[in-house]
């Protein structure tokens, strides 16, 4: 039952961060839905591919796509609101994330992958939509920017959970390994902890370079 | 018979649209070709894979590559050609989108995929390879964007496939099907219905941002 | 033996393009990893997808994916050596290249393709990870560009495996092919031979825009 509950809830928010991305650039309303569908369910429908299952489960159940829909038209129709609340969004996105990046292994060790594959399924399963939806967006997809903590605490969320699969429970594992992601995540929003980058004088910078531009041409035209 | 007209008239129209797109991009003979190929059955390669149907019929056969290869070299051939008949294109390209959306879904039936899912996969079928150029191109995809109603028309002819099919016979949905999403495509482009986008005021527009830079730079190299 | 390290040698060889990339782009190292992993195995990846083998090899086993982390670690640790190695980088990809484009048919025959579809997934092994590395990057995808001559060489490579295989021995066709794809890419790169694009009056050239635009930008802030 709250198994279920974390899924649907993970993929609303996902899908509501697909929907906000396409209002942002604004794309029409059934682009803000094809988004938000993309966002929320993408992740698992790239895991079932991977796995082999076919036809993937959250295509062929109405459930899935019927919830990101449902995001989508109240996040389009709430949208400020939605931006407003951006902090809870980011709380309730980093509980489905951990929760995505456990069941997504656990489903993917059911599927007869290695404990080494189900490790880098669940994290597929976990940032493979949010990745999806900046590539459509296109921008750089934010789970590899410098400015955030994201693939790391899934991956080793899904890390955790094959580590106590590989001894002992499987329900176990989800349930450790899901609270070690989102509290990693939380703790990286809360305390600005990033990871490192390359050497910076190697960066070609494009945010920069934009900002420069847009300054160029608000001077030229006020 | 007319059924495979209509199935390669479909994907030339298709892959001549992305080698234009290469064209236009300067990209190179081969890079348009795979630009064109990709446009052309990438729609119908990614049903394939999400339904589990391998090696996926578009690749395995030598027709429907070879068909994308020969739009590629006449549209850039006659490039110039081809943009001038633009208007033409947009009709073809509305049978071919009709076409594609009532048989993806069909073929996704008789795989075993729900008519939920059935009806997905079509409009997968109908605009998964023009999402997939844009994406290459590094563009915004067209058919998410505010600018033209492309998505729902091929949702709506899957839709009717789907309803007709589970009441009677396929061969009604496809024809039923592919001439609703055919029409409502062309009068969208004859009366240019839009669907709404998100609240104006939270668009971030690039094309805006773009053509201030554009003026500023051509303001200071004449 | 010698097939073992060639395959590695050239995981590696991609996964360092994709490293630099990150690098460059200001990545995180997890970006960077990622990336790496992306571009290392994402050709044989999307291989095993649309030839139905599940989980992909390169998934299920830990040498791949741990290969691609090993060289994205030493490529940012020697960023700058690498760098300056481009041209050596080079020729190993080449090398790599080759190779994959000709096993990549080579296990595409073996898991039932036709030998039309074994030549297109020999080039799909060879230059989708290229491809993939690119999009994340937000970049035109190298191989399709102007600029380069990369994805014509994998064809032929591809193409001379078939033909061989198809009249004797597999080995043969993966020793020839290879040989001639690497020379070829290898020559294209010494001569600077291009292929022909479309029309230039035609080009929309992003890359002039952008230089523009850095202009006005630099010239007003110095």
Known sequence: MIQHILEYAGIAVLAASGAVVGVRKGFDLFGIAVLAVLTGIGGN???DVLLGAFPPASL???APVTVCFVAAVLTTAFAKLVIKLSQLVLVLD???MGFFATTGAAISVDHGASYFAAALLGMVSAIAGTIMRDIVAREVPMV???DDMYAAPAMLGAVVYVAIDSVGSQWLGVAVGSIVATLLRLAAITFHWRLPTGPRE?????ATVEDRQCAAASQLRP
């Open 202 to 206: 190697l960066h070609v910078n494009p």
């Open 60 to 62: 062929q159940h109405w």
């Open 94 to 96: 980093a509980i489905g």
């Open 144 to 146: 590899m920017g410098p």
């Open 45 to 47: 429908v790239m895991r």
